[in-house]
């Protein structure tokens, strides 16, 4: 089964690249930029990675950005994430930024945007990985706020393919974000949004009806709705999974708990992706190989979770067709 994983092709569908940070190039980015970070050593920055819930993880990883200052940074960061998509023959990748965390800091929309566009430009030539970025508007924040970044994207619009929704779920729903979404999408963006991670299956619905999202992001609660799970199988809404992260965020108790295979022989779309696989303990084939050590995946269930990614991406039809 391992075998399987690793050389299986696969494509990414969530991943944060704030969330592949990894603690070496946290010190060497604190240390060259002069920004102060709470850790004495790489041992004691794992040993904080120790989370209760979405919040505690977010405080942590949020901090963590903070190292992320120069367009270099962001090429690093990217281009360190895309080297794990090498290792676990990832052949496309939809990445997700956060804006707002950088922008509040002082950090240029562009620098960021141009710092990971020319690594992924490089991981095409170099790789032949395909991939597109996402940008997500952070929900803890003003639908004000929301609104004045996608107004700042327009001039990057070629380069972003689409609109996501993520940070601190419970108390700030989809419904919060229906405006700036409906703007999104006139402007021509595909639409994702985190729902059913924390929040009760309600955000999911949110997500489907108020946002008109293409994707869900993570989706695991709808699993206490049948009309939710009939229409999400009618209908073959993607939930973008992520089962390391919903370990160790105590989603669920442990992975014999995790909900995906009942999802999948339900008839749901879904795929395995790796959130923030830096703070989660692995990237995307350590995901699979979790999933496989706990739970009666077959080998046929993995081939279903891997096209189900690349048929739920937003590459062209000519492209997908190809990969599948
Ligand atoms: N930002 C980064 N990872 C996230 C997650 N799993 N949920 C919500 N926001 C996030
Ligand atoms: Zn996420």
Redesign the pocket.
């Given at each position: 089964m391992i075998d399987l994983i690793k050389k299986l092709p696969k494509a990414e569908l969530h991943l944060?690249i704030?969330?592949s940070l990894e603690p070496e190039l946290m010190f060497r980015l604190a240390k060259k930029n002069n920004i102060d970070i709470p850790y004495k050593d790489i041992e004691d920055v794992r040993n904080a990675y120790n989370f209760t819930n979405?919040q505690t993880?977010?405080d942590i990883?949020y901090a963590g950005a903070n190292v992320l200052i120069t367009k270099d940074d962001f090429y690093d960061l990217t281009w360190e994430y895309i080297l794990k998509c090498v290792e676990d023959n990832v052949i496309h990748t939809e990445i997700?930024f956060?804006p707002q965390t950088h922008t509040a800091r002082g950090i240029a929309f562009e620098t960021v945007i141009t710092g990971i566009k020319e690594a992924l430009a490089d991981a095409k030539e170099r790789y032949g990985i395909t991939s597109g970025i996402i940008m997500?508007f952070l929900r803890h924040l003003s639908q004000q706020d929301a609104f004045d970044t996608l107004e700042e994207a327009m001039a990057f619009k070629e380069d972003i393919i689409g609109v996501g929704l993520?940070?601190?779920?419970l108390g700030n729903p989809p419904s919060k974000f229906t405006e700036v979404f409906e703007k999104a999408k006139e402007a021509g963006f595909k639409l994702v949004a985190?729902a059913g991670?924390e929040g009760d299956f309600s955000y999911i619905y949110e997500a489907l009806d108020l946002l008109g999202i293409d994707r869900i992001?993570?989706g695991v609660q709808s699993i206490h709705s049948d009309t939710l799970m009939q229409r999400l199988k009618e209908e073959q809404i993607p939930l973008t999974v992520?089962p390391n992260?919903n370990i160790e965020?105590k989603v669920f108790e442990d992975y014999k708990a995790h909900n995906i295979k009942e999802l999948l022989d339900y008839g749901l779309n879904v795929s395995v992706n790796s959130?923030?696989p830096a703070y989660f303990k692995g990237y995307i084939n350590q995901n699979f190989i979790n999933l496989c050590d706990n739970l009666p995946l077959t080998e046929n269930d993995i081939v279903t979770l891997v096209k189900n990614s690349f048929r739920s991406s937003f590459i062209d039809d000519d492209l997908k067709q190809a990969y599948l």
């Open positions: 944060h704030e969330g979405l993880f977010l990883y997700f956060d997500c993520d940070s601190s779920e985190h991670e992001d993570h992520c992260s965020l959130d923030d």
